[in-house]
């Protein structure tokens, strides 16, 4: 029997529509010291605490599994978020402000969504978060880095970017940005450079969506008021979620906006709500449990931190520089200008064992900032991060990137 | 202190974006006799099999929750399906082949966004699920309903609506169908009419969005081919899901596709994969526990069938017209022509506590088929069915819609 001709779709595709590409992370197999990926601790994770607040759940609210439910998600977990954000982040709205949402990334793409077309101009840090711009590209955004230093954007670079788009008959639609421990940079905007973005956006009319999902990993310092606090006019969409506090497996996270916004996030939310089976058990988990879990990840965490900067104080002073981050998962780790250590990832992973993200990950031109490198330290313990961070500082001496 | 003026987004919004609307389905509170939502039974769902697999996958992969997956989704899991796929419904594809998707409405969802631009055409059953017609709404299809009868389209219908749009300077993107127990109208297609209409999709170059999300939930009769089957040239996009099977609230639904379409579909999917959290629990569940779980849930759900049945014979007959349906969770119940169910449901529900679906609700146009009920029997007992049944019976009969 002959085989009928593979069908194509040929010329039935949607305009907007792309294939999934590879973000360029992969490298094979999983490093042995795995510096790319902003993991936590895969060993510190609430694993009793979920089976138990999954039981007790179920015991109590099982039957609601047969129910189709709001999209928005689980009531009971918005009212915590809303009385945890009244708290840590003196950010108040209601429970019927927030969505729940497939972990950040799925906010900040109902966000894109909601607001970009094609060719539409978005703002971003110059160097952000891989998996914001993997959306801004699949929504074919234009993206513009803005130039940062040590206290986050650079106010007189945002203000000319701003200012420039009218005269190319464009307006900003979004200015995105990862304001407390920034990925991959690692630097807290200073709360005078907050004021001074607020102040921009209300004065411009620009959104500004504020991914906030470290804001709890901080090891020491002060915290600072959110963006979207500081405005209080609904210029900001603020996501965060508890991806680093509980663990990325849960597909957790959660947003909250003005409702003209949030109303048009909702309707681009597909699939309904994040599955009751994990919001029952991230609810009951929470509600006793997340204090002291942040506590007890934040004392891991901040000795893998100290273990990465006294490696790289060991065996990259001179060669390199970096920011000590109060917080987070990782520490951005700048060359001098010409060295590339980005075509050497591949060579040195074999070499080595030890993984890292490249600058051009960051990037929003895909290509700039070969000389940098992300290195994450929530995976590995202290001891194999003096081992790992050894065995690469030998290597990029070899390949001539560290000198 | 002056509030500043709340940003309102004016002119900001993307072209495609909507607003979040009810869907039409609320009454407020939940109906005792909620005939209206095809739910499973809430009391038979396999609480107690979920926290045990989930309990044995967590102690065996457990630190996984820590890293960030593929939105493909775990791998186990698709393996599973490709092979329930291969031994229920005689349909071959690798698990590479296969993307978990949350629910079945999140894959009917990247399957429009892949193929649907503003103003395109989308065929489907004459009455249909409404939660797919809401995302072709959504992404702004043009729906254009075709005739069904007891065996499922009409293919001359389908023929004449698929010639008619290249005189419009048009092609049908897509039709969808839910072609074994069709919701809400309760027909299988035939093995017959699925042949016609797998040719017409080769003949004219038309996808196939096949949903069979109800397959498994067969009370008697013998099972007829899938589309995808009886295609195997790629026409075809097969969905379906857990959610009438496990439970709604797990979201867990799953598709395969032309690798040319999954890859589109792929990248259109955000947020991560369905949690890994929810689909350790399924996988362990399901390895040794699907096929007896259905097998209690279709005694459950076959005599409520029944009892749904022999309450429309006893109060109906000759009032009102309906097909007993070989499997699904409900009955779709036609009054004569020019009665009217639809503006009388908030009334009946104060007055009986009884909830149904209107016709319109499952309508292209939003407004045909006032004279059509469906009444869904999945979440209440053979008692209440019987004792919901009569209170309807009455007040249909009081408002002049039964006679």
Same mark, same amino acid.
């Given at each position: 029997?002959?085989?009928? @001709?593979?069908?194509?779709?040929?010329?039935?595709?949607?305009?907007?529509?792309?294939?999934?590409?590879?973000?360029?992370?992969?490298?094979?197999?999983?490093?042995?010291?795995?510096?790319?990926?902003?993991?936590?601790?895969?060993?510190?994770?609430?694993?009793?605490?979920?089976?138990?607040?999954?039981?007790?759940?179920?015991?109590?609210?099982?039957?609601?599994?047969?129910?189709?439910?709001?999209?928005?998600?689980?009531?009971?977990?918005?009212?915590?978020?809303?009385?945890?954000?009244?708290?840590?982040?003196?950010?108040?709205?209601?429970?019927?402000?927030?969505?729940?949402?497939?972990?950040?990334?799925?906010?900040?793409?109902?966000?894109?969504?909601?607001?970009?077309?094609?060719?539409?101009?978005?703002?971003?840090?110059?160097?952000?978060?891989?998996?914001?711009?993997?959306?801004?590209?699949?929504?074919?955004?234009?993206?513009? #880095?803005?130039? &940062?230093?040590?206290?986050?954007?650079?106010?007189?670079?945002?203000?000319?970017?701003?200012?420039?788009?009218?005269?190319?008959?464009?307006?900003?639609?979004?200015?995105?940005?990862?304001? &407390?421990?920034?990925?991959?940079?690692?630097?807290?905007? !200073?709360?005078?450079?907050?004021?001074?973005?607020?102040?921009?956006?209300?004065?411009?009319?620009?959104?500004?969506?504020? @991914?906030?999902?470290?804001?709890?990993?901080?090891?020491?310092?002060?915290?600072?008021?959110?963006?979207?606090?500081?405005?209080?006019?609904?210029?900001?969409?603020?996501?965060?979620?508890? !991806?680093?506090?509980?663990?990325?497996?849960?597909?957790?996270?959660?947003?909250?906006?003005?409702?003209?916004?949030?109303?048009?996030?909702?309707?681009?939310?597909?699939?309904?709500?994040?599955?009751?089976?994990?919001?029952?058990?991230?609810?009951?988990?929470?509600?006793? #449990?997340?204090?002291?879990?942040?506590?007890?990840?934040?004392?891991?965490?901040?000795?893998?931190?100290?273990?990465?900067?006294?490696?790289?104080?060991?065996?990259?002073?001179?060669?390199?520089?970096?920011?000590?981050?109060?917080?987070?998962?990782?520490?951005?780790?700048?060359?001098?200008?010409?060295?590339?250590?980005?075509?050497?990832?591949?060579?040195?992973?074999?070499?080595?064992?030890?993984?890292?993200?490249?600058?051009?990950?960051?990037?929003?031109?895909?290509?700039?900032?070969?000389?940098?490198?992300?290195?994450?330290?929530?995976?590995?313990?202290?001891?194999?991060?003096?081992?790992?961070?050894?065995?690469?500082?030998?290597?990029?001496?070899?390949? #001539?990137?560290?000198?």
């Amino acid at each position: 029997m002959n085989q009928p @001709d593979q069908f194509t779709f040929d010329g039935l595709f949607s305009r907007n529509v792309v294939e999934q590409r590879m973000m360029g992370m992969g490298l094979g197999r999983k490093p042995k010291y795995d510096f790319a990926i902003s993991y936590p601790d895969p060993s510190s994770l609430p694993l009793q605490g979920l089976m138990t607040a999954l039981q007790q759940a179920l015991a109590e609210e099982g039957p609601d599994l047969a129910l189709y439910l709001s999209a928005q998600g689980y009531g009971p977990l918005r009212e915590f978020i809303a009385a945890k954000l009244a708290r840590d982040r003196n950010l108040h709205v209601t429970s019927d402000e927030i969505m729940l949402t497939g972990g950040a990334g799925q906010a900040i793409h109902v966000t894109l969504e909601s607001l970009v077309d094609t060719g539409d101009v978005v703002l971003t840090d110059d160097y952000t978060y891989s998996g914001a711009l993997h959306q801004m590209r699949r929504f074919q955004a234009e993206i513009r #880095g803005v130039p &940062t230093d040590s206290e986050g954007v650079l106010p007189d670079a945002l203000e000319s970017a701003i200012r420039q788009l009218p005269r190319e008959g464009k307006r900003a639609k979004l200015f995105y940005t990862v304001p &407390t421990f920034q990925n991959p940079q690692g630097w807290t905007m !200073s709360l005078e450079r907050r004021k001074v973005l607020v102040g921009l956006a209300q004065k411009y009319g620009m959104p500004i969506l504020e @991914d906030d999902c470290y804001a709890d990993l901080r090891y020491d310092g002060q915290d600072v008021p959110s963006l979207y606090t500081l405005d209080g006019a609904g210029h900001v969409i603020y996501v965060s979620s508890f !991806s680093k506090t509980i663990a990325p497996g849960m597909r957790a996270g959660y947003m909250t906006a003005a409702p003209a916004l949030l109303k048009r996030a909702m309707a681009a939310k597909s699939g309904g709500p994040v599955p009751l089976f994990v919001t029952l058990a991230i609810h009951r988990f929470v509600t006793d #449990g997340l204090a002291s879990h942040i506590e007890e990840i934040n004392d891991i965490q901040r000795q893998r931190r100290d273990a990465m900067l006294e490696s790289l104080e060991e065996h990259f002073t001179g060669g390199a520089t970096w920011l000590r981050p109060e917080g987070g998962l990782s520490v951005w780790v700048k060359f001098p200008e010409g060295t590339d250590a980005t075509a050497v990832r591949e060579k040195i992973f074999e070499a080595t064992n030890a993984g890292y993200s490249t600058g051009p990950n960051f990037a929003p031109d895909r290509s700039s900032g070969k000389n940098f490198i992300r290195l994450s330290f929530g995976f590995n313990t202290p001891a194999e991060i003096r081992e790992g961070m050894k065995l690469l500082a030998d290597a990029f001496r070899r390949e #001539g990137v560290l000198r």
